[in-house]
């Protein structure tokens, strides 16, 4: 099976592609470059001591899930297309045409796709990894938004068909965790849930078994 995966540069991300090569024959990466120090440099995120605080505490979890992970540049399936970050809404369904050939599409921790692309892939029935509870919470850094709330029992990701709104696609499934002591293990301990559930179920071919749930609106609680 061809893969083509949307995501960023961070080193779950490069986990999720190294675990997607496994089971796929051919692998094509679109990887949006994003700092490696957000808070110390100015991006999505203001640089501020506060924010530089917090982000090492990701950045330390992260690391303890999923390692210092690199691609492995052993696995020769591996076909990456590396672009700055607000790169991707640049590009042309003619200029990405070699990544867009593959038989399951995914997104997860790309910008935010729209115009023909969006159109593409939602036709693909595109799966996105969204990192939050959805319905309930969409949006950015939800994970963060629902312990803020207390509620850590909409701490997770939501496994869903890509939609052109915001994380507001037919739901497939929700990967969660146990919950943790440390809040930041919880939160990334979800992220590497999805990644191995949902690599899982492509290999087995179980993915689009599901019985797919329509998004209701009126159980939002932030967005």
């Known amino acids: 099976m061809k893969i083509t995966l949307f995501t960023s540069n961070q080193y779950r991300h490069n986990y999720f592609i190294n675990l997607l090569s496994k089971i796929a024959t051919e692998l094509y990466v679109v990887q949006e470059s994003r700092t490696i120090f957000p808070g110390k440099i100015e991006s999505h995120y203001m640089a501020s001591k506060k924010m530089d605080q917090?982000?090492?505490?990701?950045?330390?979890?992260?690391?303890?899930?999923?390692?210092?992970?690199?691609?492995?540049?052993?696995?020769?399936?591996?076909?990456?297309?590396?672009?700055?970050?607000?790169?991707?809404?640049?590009?042309?369904?003619?200029?990405?045409?070699?990544?867009?050939?593959?038989?399951?599409?995914?997104?997860?921790?790309?910008?935010?796709?729209?115009?023909e692309l969006a159109d593409f892939l939602v036709k693909k029935k595109t799966i996105n990894i969204h990192m939050g509870i959805s319905p309930f919470y969409r949006g950015t850094d939800c994970n963060f938004w629902a312990l803020y709330d207390d509620n850590a029992d909409f701490v997770g990701s939501t496994i869903h068909l890509l939609s052109k709104g915001l994380d507001s696609g037919p739901i497939l499934y929700h990967a969660l965790s146990e919950i943790r002591d440390d809040p930041f293990i919880y939160t990334m301990s979800t992220v590497k849930s999805a990644f191995e559930s949902l690599a899982e179920r492509i290999e087995k071919k179980t993915i689009f078994n599901y019985q797919i749930i329509n998004q209701e609106k009126k159980k939002k609680l932030k967005y």
């Open 54 to 115: 917090y982000f090492s505490e990701v950045i330390n979890a992260e690391k303890r899930l999923f390692g210092e992970c690199f691609i492995n540049g052993k696995n020769k399936n591996i076909h990456i297309l590396p672009l700055s970050q607000n790169d991707l809404k640049k590009c042309s369904l003619h200029f990405l045409n070699q990544f867009l050939q593959s038989d399951l599409f995914i997104v997860c921790g790309s910008s935010y796709i729209k115009g």
